[in-house]
């Protein structure tokens, strides 16, 4: 069974710089395709990052490319390094895993976590 833990959410300005952490206590998370997902409110959930099981490949949304990158120790924990923060990128972020192949599809992710908030202020 895959358990996901989120942290590392805070309060930051404009410009600033957070690291998420996604861990699993279970011995078969670095077997799966792990993703970050976010949602702001009224919005719906929209893909950010993912990366495949031995971290090799990455994929990214258009609105983080090269501002967010996400990695794998592929022992317990997948990170989310996000630098010069917009107050657009104020959400909630999810991480999730997968069995499958990389996807920005949340409905193909069968893990998920609580959630950790983040929030950019102007």
């Known amino acids: 069974q895959v358990q996901l833990v989120e942290s590392g959410g805070g309060l930051v300005q404009t410009g600033g710089s957070l690291r998420l952490s996604c861990a699993d206590s279970?011995?078969?998370?670095?077997?799966?395709?792990t993703a970050w997902f976010r949602q702001a409110p009224g919005k719906e959930r929209e893909f950010v990052a993912a990366v495949n099981w031995n971290g090799v490949s990455t994929y990214y949304a258009d609105s983080v490319k090269g501002r967010f990158t996400i990695s794998r120790d592929n022992a317990k924990t997948v990170y989310l390094q996000m630098n010069s923060l917009k107050p657009e990128d104020t959400a909630a972020y999810y991480c999730?895993?997968?069995?499958?192949?990389?996807?920005?599809?949340?409905?193909?992710?069968?893990?998920w976590g609580q959630g950790t908030q983040v929030t950019v202020s102007s």
């Open positions: 999730a895993a997968t069995h499958g192949s990389m996807s920005r599809d949340p409905s193909l992710f069968s893990y």
């Open positions: 279970g011995r078969t998370f670095s077997l799966y395709t």
